[in-house]
């Protein structure tokens, strides 16, 4: 562990960060379109300035689609329209009930 407290925390941060993504993507499929679309999504932004704007937009617009689709088949709410519907009162499923259930059952000790 850094002994610098802000890379402490950070790291801190990035760990929780990683465990609340692969807790909300454990669906193989849906796992595996992020893999595919969040790259799509992000190539997106520079195409905006190198070519055509509208070229830029559908890849943005194709990642994001992808992740959507990742998240219909696991049965949970998309993390970035989370915090609007929060905000509007909507209900919002963080975890697939699937794997909700699962995380909320006590674990056997080992034998």
Same mark, same amino acid.
Request: charged share 15%.
């Given at each position: 562990?850094?002994?610098?407290?802000? #890379?402490? /925390?950070?790291?801190?941060?990035?760990?929780? #960060?990683?465990? @609340?993504?692969?807790?909300?993507?454990? @669906?193989?499929? @849906?796992?595996?379109?992020?893999?595919?679309?969040?790259?799509? !999504?992000?190539? %997106?932004?520079?195409?905006?300035?190198?070519?055509?704007?509208?070229? %830029?937009? %559908?890849?943005?617009? #194709?990642?994001?689609?992808?992740?959507?689709?990742?998240?219909?088949?696991?049965? @949970?709410?998309?993390?970035?329209?989370?915090?609007? /519907?929060?905000?509007? %009162?909507?209900?919002?499923? !963080?975890?697939?009930?699937?794997?909700?259930? !699962?995380?909320?059952?006590?674990?056997?000790?080992?034998?």
């Amino acid at each position: 562990m850094p002994r610098f407290p802000i #890379a402490r /925390k950070l790291l801190r941060f990035a760990g929780r #960060a990683r465990r @609340n993504w692969l807790t909300r993507h454990q @669906n193989t499929f @849906n796992f595996w379109i992020h893999m595919l679309g969040i790259p799509l !999504a992000f190539a %997106g932004i520079p195409l905006l300035f190198i070519a055509d704007w509208e070229w %830029g937009v %559908g890849v943005i617009i #194709a990642g994001y689609l992808l992740q959507w689709i990742g998240h219909r088949v696991e049965g @949970n709410d998309v993390g970035e329209l989370i915090p609007l /519907k929060r905000l509007l %009162g909507l209900p919002v499923v !963080a975890i697939a009930p699937q794997y909700a259930a !699962a995380r909320s059952l006590p674990i056997p000790p080992a034998t």
